[in-house]
């Protein structure tokens, strides 16, 4: 397994990342494909000119440079781990996606403000192509031939594209039983689709073995190796809900969790724009969303414990069913430091709720979607949730993935020969 080690790359093509930096006990390390502490073992992040004790509090860039920026992620490059020639490089430019004011479903629950980011809007129709984007180019950097992942699904897809595109070789690893759709989805770009009989827990224990085996030799495991960076790009979901807002971070958001990373970030992102002056200081709260047959850390958050018990996952969100969630005890610290809260929804109630997404705003959510808009309403019905405070809920992937969860009773209104007469009678007279 690659922990940190000393006899790792350094560069000058991070832009304005310095290291890296355990998160546990703080211990710092060069730039390289490492992402655990070799003092605890704790996971390491990216650390930036900016986090250090001589920040001089001068932010790297402006709110008019961000806005001078292209239409994607890279509008942030300056507070990213990657180069300032980024957005000149063969890659799916993903991000910049629609913040979408939802004031139907809004009065469907009886909240006065109500966002939708969603990130179906990506390349590969889920927000994961984001925290691609920033490992493809740690990955071009290390001088790595193979970009692969341990994926439920969304991940696989956006690696496959993203090699295809910067024109690495690709190897995704994946639970044999995902949905079909987001099977085909992972294989037509090219690249080895790899599915192993097990949980997603299982494929990325897998995954790290092969890390260490010489099979793996310059692979590039997004998730693993190159976590450090990858995780770094659910950072652009806090700036560009900030910036879409007018600069300003939102009361309340809610946000689904399957391994915790992109909550994490997010809480990271928004308290990133604060310390650089980018945005005004203030409260917010942050609540979690976990299917019911994926619940670690809802059931943890519920019982007052700081540890999360693994779980073995069966829900129809199989994008969210990690069972063991590395960043799980995070969750819970932010959703408790904020005065937030962990909630989780039934199968039945993920579709009740993609199908309320869809009716009322024209968004159709993978069950993802559903999980943070169903445990939205299940918080607003238990008085969790302020209904007269600016909130923000995620849908980090397309429906289309996952057609099968709604597919029951989807038919059409009526059957009819093509005239006037037949249209009166089976619809008109009958409605």
């Known amino acids: 397994m690659a922990l940190a080690t000393a006899e790792i ?20 390390y060069p730039l390289g494909p490492s992402f655990a502490c070799i003092e605890c073992f704790g996971p390491l992040e990216v650390a930036y000119t ?20 292209p239409a994607n992620i890279w509008r942030y490059r300056a ?25 139907n479903l809004a009065r469907e629950l009886g909240l006065r403000s109500l966002h939708v ?11 994961k192509d984001r925290v691609v984007a920033i490992a493809l180019e740690a990955a071009r950097t290390f001088g790595f031939h193979t970009l692969s992942c341990s994926s439920t699904g969304n991940l696989a897809g956006a690696v496959t594209a993203a090699a295809a595109r910067a024109g690495l070789d690709a190897c995704v690893f994946i639970p044999a039983d995902l ?18 009989e097990g949980t997603y827990d299982e494929v990325n224990r897998f995954c790290s073995e092969l890390i260490g085996d010489p099979l793996g030799d310059r692979w590039g495991f997004v998730n693993v190796n190159l976590r450090p960076y990858y995780a770094e790009g659910s950072k652009t979901l806090a700036y560009e809900i900030a910036e879409q807002l007018g600069w300003r971070i939102p009361d309340q958001i809610v946000i689904p969790v399957a391994s915790g990373s992109q909550l994490t970030k997010i809480d990271k992102g928004f308290k990133e724009l604060i310390k650089l002056g980018l945005v005004e200081d203030k409260p917010y709260k942050i609540f979690a969303a976990q299917a019911e047959g994926c619940s670690p850390v809802s059931a943890a958050f519920k019982a007052g414990r700081e540890v999360v018990q693994p779980v073995k996952p069966r829900t129809i969100a199989k994008s969210l069913a990690i069972g063991n969630p590395a960043d799980g005890p995070y969750v819970l610290d932010i959703a408790r430091r904020t005065a937030g809260a962990v909630e989780d929804v039934t199968d039945a109630e993920i579709v009740d709720a993609v199908r309320l997404l869809a009716r009322t705003e024209g968004i159709f959510a993978e069950t993802a979607g559903g999980v943070t808009v169903g445990v939205l309403k299940k918080l607003t019905e238990k008085g969790l949730l302020d209904p007269e405070a600016e909130t923000v809920v995620l849908n980090t992937g397309d429906g289309l993935k996952t057609l099968d969860a709604v597919a029951s009773g989807a038919r059409p209104t009526a059957v009819i020969r093509p005239s006037l ?11």
């Not at 989805?185 to 599915?195: D, E, I, K, P, T």
């Open 79 to 103: 507070l990213l781990p990657v180069p300032a020639d980024v957005a000149a490089k063969p890659n799916l430019a993903p991000g910049w996606t629609k913040l979408v004011k939802a004031d």
């Open 50 to 69: 900016w986090s250090g004790p001589d920040f001089d509090g001068a932010a790297p860039v402006t709110r008019e440079q961000i806005a001078a920026g």
């Open 421 to 431: 007469d037949a249209f009166r009678t089976a619809v008109v007279e009958n409605s």
């Open 117 to 127: 980011k969603d990130d179906s809007g990506n390349p590969t129709h889920s927000f």
């Open 9 to 28: 790359t350094t560069s000058n093509d991070f832009g304005p990342a310095v290291g890296l930096s355990c998160r546990e006990c703080g211990t710092r």
């Open 179 to 196: 949905e079909e759709p987001k099977i085909v989805m992972a294989s037509v770009y090219g690249g080895r689709l790899v599915g192993i």
